[in-house]
């Protein structure tokens, strides 16, 4: 029907499997680790991103430690971003795409070109800034690179190949 419709992690196995739902859209380590490949045929590499793990703490936290531990912590972290989970990320990525074509065939894995779509979309986006927002609001929204990389992949139930009305629009 076109809903999204928000499900469990643990339940998404069988959402696909039973045609609850026609895709899913989650990193692709967690949906190669849960064997979605099994029960979906298809999967969309996306370029908008990679899954790296968040470190939060509040800023009266933050504000009462020594700047000198504030220093440390912080060089950790990104040292941990790099070398921990983006280059864990780059290099398992490419081994759970080979997983997914070994399970469904080389064509299953189906590249995304998010620079196009940036292209076609952007005047809705500055109408939609418009309207929202007041006359020319939109290139001060965009004037600034977002410093957080938003990972999805997007996965497709075997029955509903890409290009049928019930696969486009579900998630």
């Given at each position: 029907m076109g809903w999204r419709t928000p499900i469990p992690f643990n339940e998404i196995y069988l959402a696909l499997q039973?045609?609850?739902?026609?895709?899913?859209?989650?990193?692709?380590?967690?949906?190669?680790?849960?064997k979605f490949y099994e029960v979906a045929t298809y999967v969309v590499e996306p370029d908008f991103g990679l899954a790296l793990?968040?470190?939060?703490?509040?800023?009266?936290?933050?504000?009462?430690?020594?700047?000198?531990?504030?220093?440390?912590?912080?060089?950790?972290?990104?040292?941990?971003?790099?070398?921990?989970?983006?280059?864990?990320?780059?290099?398992?990525?490419?081994?759970?795409?080979?997983?997914?074509?070994g399970a469904?065939?080389?064509?299953?894995?189906?590249?995304?070109?998010?620079?196009?779509?940036?292209?076609?979309?952007?005047?809705?986006?500055?109408?939609l800034a418009d309207e929202v927002y007041g006359a020319g609001t939109g290139p001060r929204i965009w004037s600034k690179p977002s410093k957080r990389p938003v990972p999805s992949l997007a996965i497709r139930r075997r029955s509903a190949p890409i290009g049928t009305p019930s696969s486009s629009s579900a998630t």
């Open positions: 039973q045609g609850i739902v026609d895709g899913v859209l989650t990193a692709l380590s967690p949906g190669v680790a849960g793990d968040k470190q939060v703490i509040s800023e009266a936290s933050w504000g009462r430690l020594p700047e000198d531990k504030q220093q440390i912590m912080q060089s950790l972290f990104a040292e941990m971003e790099e070398v921990d989970y983006y280059g864990a990320s780059i290099s398992g990525k490419e081994k759970d795409l080979a997983t997914w074509e469904n065939g080389p064509e299953s894995v189906l590249k995304f070109d998010g620079a196009s779509l940036a292209a076609d979309l952007e005047p809705l986006n500055q109408r």
